[in-house]
Nanobody, 121 residues
Framework: QVQLVESGGGLVQAGGSLRLSCVAS????????MGWFRRAPGKECEFVAT????????YYANSVKGRFTISRDNAKNTVYLQMNSLKPEDTALYYC??????????????WGQGTQVTISS
């Protein structure tokens, strides 16, 4: 019953930056993590980053570590993904997701509709 709405996707040249936003509603107090996943055409959904609700600890996939930053604004009930030094291989449909479980990268329960990120060469 948690609802997630992503925004901020678009077309950016390699080396550029983009910030994704995810607005959450519903019983978000029950979630342990709010994170981002991505899926390129014909490929498996990939964990990108997540942030723990209680203490704001963060976890990143190795492929984005040092380039992406996840954060949250409690006043706006929003989670962000700041993406810098973007590469063509970052092109994917990005999903915001929420988890009731303790694993930061698996078993997410709620998903947004996705926002497209396309990086050109």
């Amino acid at each position: 019953q948690v609802q997630l709405v992503e925004s901020g996707g678009g077309l950016v040249q390699a080396g550029g930056s983009l910030r994704l936003s995810c607005v959450a509603s519903g019983p978000t107090f029950s979630t342990k993590f709010m994170g981002w996943f991505r899926r390129a055409p014909g490929k498996e959904c990939e964990f990108v980053a997540t942030i723990r609700r209680i203490d704001h600890s963060t976890y990143y996939a190795n492929s984005v570590k040092g380039r992406f930053t996840i954060s949250r604004d409690n006043a706006k009930n929003t989670v962000y993904l700041q993406m810098n030094s973007l590469k063509p291989e970052d092109t994917a449909l990005y999903y915001c997701a929420a988890s009731l479980n303790s694993n930061p990268s698996q078993n997410y329960n709620y998903w947004g509709q996705g926002t497209q990120v396309t990086i050109s060469s």
